[in-house]
């Protein structure tokens, strides 16, 4: 069976930047799978994609499609007879396959019935795939548009559409539009149709008529040039993934051009300039070698201009008035100090039943120092850090440029004379931001994030707002994870629970009781779950140390890695196999009276021997950490093999019993110190 390579192509008005290569890969995917779907497998697919088409370029598709084997299951066999004649059912069924009664079978106590179509030809399937696919790509976009006097919709109104399939055109027919083998080059630089004689010529008659359409190297192309023309410059581009991806999608015809910004606006901190300049205009920065920000810029251009010195200056005139804004903003909120901006914070509404931001502030300083009398730091300067920590909200310029809140309120700490440890951890007290994100890198930084994230988490709780399974529009549960890993990461060896009834304890609104506590406790906790997952924890690991219910995130830490070393060891599935029977036999004799081990009771040498190993853990390991204590278990394997094989624990004596039942009590302890191993799969 011959095969043919096949062309989609839909070519449209400009699409936005953020659907271009989602829709393409929706493209490629509807046509390949429907494809798969009809039996005709498809070749190695390519995608295009540009601010004005998105196609797909299938280098193999057979041209027909394999005989087809119809099955249909009818009614059940019971329904299908009565007194020994077929009921109206059956009659119906075989009818609508379009034979004979007779011909029907019997198959899984139902009326079957099968037979081989012939294959159609594979471009007479393409029209139904198209238009399944174009359901598909209409589910990626929230809001569509209508344009002329048709009802049908896409993202943008659609300009003309390819459809080869080999050398010859496959009849689509959408948007008012029949598909063609023409497409269009550069609107500027080749306006003219393009004439496709086959599929396969696709890439290079773009090439010709200047459109990079192949998405992975103009990317490639577009980051070459630009480090190319930031190394002219005397410095190192600052290229963000997806401020890169963002300009790959907007450019058919990459040109790089750069430009400067005049000197008066280096004053301006650089994340203000980023700020301006890459997320308003999408240009990128140059540091130099010594990571100093330089007063020019590189940008992507979508033409060849004969005058690149009109398109640089008009890059030039875009961005002066948004960073001289910004420089008014700047000298504006200069003219006080950071402190002074406070008063303001009260006319903030951070939640409806929770107060201001003011509020917020007032319950964040005093969790802050109570955190830190906990650790033992400084808590003077830790209610410091926090009574500042949300004053810059009130800026002009963090009014202009939310997201450099904090790294706005380190600025005006500076200028205003405060310690660079204060001025670092107002900077700092957002972080984490978001998994992968460093947590602050200060004490004080840590303790101030720890204190806001648990207030929200805490205030939210108190009022019934917390999250559900679709929804969490307070963002709760990376707030949780948040303070989990700075617990973790920062060293901080605190009770979470405790905190969280300090944070609780203070909120203005809502439920503060015990059964709230305990729910935003379980819930804080559970985001470890999703922590070691990142690890490739062993889930039962988790499981072994929650089961616990230590409540310090560093405490749990520390179990669980002392945990992952044990596991190591060749003899910690036995062990965990026999503690999962400890367990058992445990639970089935419900609560063990006697704890005390009566060595005068024993009957057999491995009873002594399983004691005497126990006691001699318990002496040895009375200090000793996690992983040593986890370890030193594995000195226990032969002892407990040997008291399963030789002893039955059930004994007829009462005595005997439970004093058998005491040394597995005492073997049970032992094996939940640190982590409850039972949880272990062995």
């Known amino acids: 069976m011959s095969a043919q390579p096949l ?7 400009d699409l936005p930047a953020r659907y271009v290569v989602p829709l393409a890969s929706a493209l490629a995917n509807g046509i390949a799978g429907g494809l798969s779907k009809r039996g005709v497998e498809p070749g190695a697919q390519t995608i295009f ?34 007194d020994g004649k077929p009921t109206p059912a059956a009659l119906g069924f075989a009818k609508s396959c379009g034979v004979e009664f007779s011909e029907l079978v019997e198959k899984d106590g139902k009326l079957h019935f099968s037979k081989s179509a012939p294959g159609k030809a594979t471009a007479s399937l393409i029209p139904e795939i198209f238009e399944e696919t174009l359901k598909q790509m209409d589910e990626l976009v929230p809001k569509r548009m209508r344009w002329g006097s048709g009802e049908e919709t896409f993202v943008r109104p659609v300009q003309w559409l390819v459809a080869l399939l080999g050398n010859d055109i496959v009849p689509l027919h959408r948007f008012g539009l029949d598909s063609g083998r023409v497409t269009y080059g550069h609107r500027f630089h080749a306006p003219a149709p393009v004439s496709l004689a086959s599929p396969a010529a696709y890439p290079d008659a773009l090439k010709a008529a200047k459109i990079w359409a192949d998405v992975a190297s103009r990317k490639a192309e577009i980051e070459r040039q630009i480090k190319a023309e930031a190394k002219k410059l005397g410095g190192d581009a600052r290229i963000d993934d997806g401020l890169l991806d963002e300009v790959t999608a907007l450019v058919e015809w990459p040109v790089v051009i750069s430009g400067r910004m005049e000197d008066r606006f280096m004053q301006l901190p650089p994340e203000v300039i980023i700020a301006t300049v890459e997320t308003n205009q999408r240009y990128f920065t140059v540091f130099d070698a010594q990571k100093k920000l330089l007063p020019v810029f590189i940008t992507i251009s979508n033409i060849e201009s004969k005058d690149p010195s009109q398109v640089i200056e008009g890059n030039e005139r875009v961005v002066r008035p948004r960073l001289t804004d910004a420089l008014f903003f700047w000298e504006q909120d200069l003219k006080q100090s950071l402190e002074a901006y406070g008063e303001k914070l009260s006319t903030v509404t951070f939640q409806k039943d929770l107060g201001s931001i003011g509020d917020k502030v007032s319950r964040i300083r005093k969790l802050s120092v109570a955190i830190a009398d906990l650790l033992k730091s400084d808590s003077k300067a830790a209610d410091r850090a926090a009574a500042l920590s949300k004053n810059d909200l009130v800026t002009k310029m963090v009014y202009e440029f939310p997201e450099l809140q904090g790294l706005m309120g380190g600025y005006y700490a500076e200028k205003s004379g405060e310690s660079a440890a204060i001025a670092t951890a107002i900077r700092e007290h957002y972080l984490p931001t978001q998994q992968g994100t460093p947590i602050p890198s200060t004490r004080e930084g840590q303790i101030v994030a720890l204190a806001d994230k648990l207030d929200t988490l805490a205030g939210i709780f108190a009022i019934g707002q917390k999250p559900t399974a679709s929804k969490d529009p307070f963002a709760l549960r990376r707030a949780a994870l948040g303070a989990l890993r700075i617990c973790i990461e920062g060293a901080l060896s605190l009770d979470i629970a405790v905190v969280l009834k300090a944070a609780l304890d203070a909120q203005p609104a809502g439920k503060r009781d015990d059964k709230t506590l305990t729910e935003l406790t379980e819930f804080v906790l559970e985001r470890l779950r999703a922590y070691y997952s990142e690890q490739n924890l062993p889930v039962e690991m988790f499981e072994a140390v929650k089961s616990l219910g230590i409540t310090s995130p560093l405490d749990f830490n520390t179990r669980v890695q002392a945990l992952r070393s044990f596991w190591a060891l060749p003899e910690a599935k036995n062990l965990a196999a026999a503690h ?101 799969p062995g």
């Open 7 to 13: 062309l989609i192509e839909i070519g449209t008005e």
């Open 49 to 82: 994609a540009t601010p004005r088409r998105i196609a797909v370029l299938i280098d193999g598709v057979a041209t027909q499609q394999p005989d087809q084997l119809v099955k249909r299951d009818g009614p059940a066999v019971a329904a299908a007879y009565k």
């Open 580 to 680: 999962k029977r400890v367990r058992n036999i445990l639970k089935q004799a419900g609560d063990v009276a006697q704890t005390a081990i009566d060595a005068k009771l024993f009957e057999h040498e491995s009873e002594g021997a399983l004691h005497s190993q126990l006691t001699q853990l318990s002496s040895t390991n009375a200090n000793a950490d996690g992983e040593t204590k986890l370890r030193s278990l594995a000195t226990l394997r032969a002892p407990v093999d040997a008291f399963f094989e030789g002893v039955m624990v059930n004994a007829e004596n009462p005595a005997v019993r439970a004093n058998r039942l005491a040394l597995l009590h005492a073997l049970d302890v032992a094996c939940r110190e640190v982590a409850d191993i039972s949880c272990l």
